[in-house]
């Protein structure tokens, strides 16, 4: 069983940054698909980083260039440095690992991220 916690959402303008943690206890992280999604108030959620165990990323055509996965193995952690934020980043962001070994499934509980002026 693994639990996922995230933090570091908040309120932030237009053009600002934020970083987002996820912190995983339980099971074995390293075999861990690690990935952020979100969703908007009125839409489906959506993919918008995910990083293998080898660290091969890939993310959303909307967030190409502007946000930043990364995680620390050896900390149990993943984060998503967001930059240039727009209006449309609103939205709760959740934290999700997959155990390959499994195809067990994971969510966090979801953290706030607000762009507004």
């Known amino acids: 069983q693994v639990q996922l916690v995230e933090s570091g959402g908040g309120l932030v303008q237009p053009g600002g940054s934020l970083t987002l943690s996820c912190a995983a206890s339980?099971?074995?992280?390293?075999?861990?698909?690690m990935a952020w999604y979100r969703q908007a108030p009125g839409k489906q959620r959506e993919m918008v980083a995910t990083?293998?165990?080898?660290?091969?990323?890939n993310y959303a055509d909307s967030v190409k260039g502007r946000f930043t996965i990364s995680r620390d193995n050896a900390k149990n952690t993943v984060s998503l440095q967001m930059a240039v934020l727009k209006l449309e980043d609103t939205a709760v962001y959740y934290c999700?690992?997959?155990?390959?070994?499994?195809?067990?499934?994971?969510w966090g509980q979801g953290t706030q991220v607000t762009v507004s002026s």
């Open positions: 339980g099971g074995l992280f390293s075999v861990n698909l």
């Open positions: 999700n690992a997959v155990d390959l070994r499994y195809n067990y499934v994971y």
């Open positions: 990083m293998t165990p080898t660290s091969r990323t």
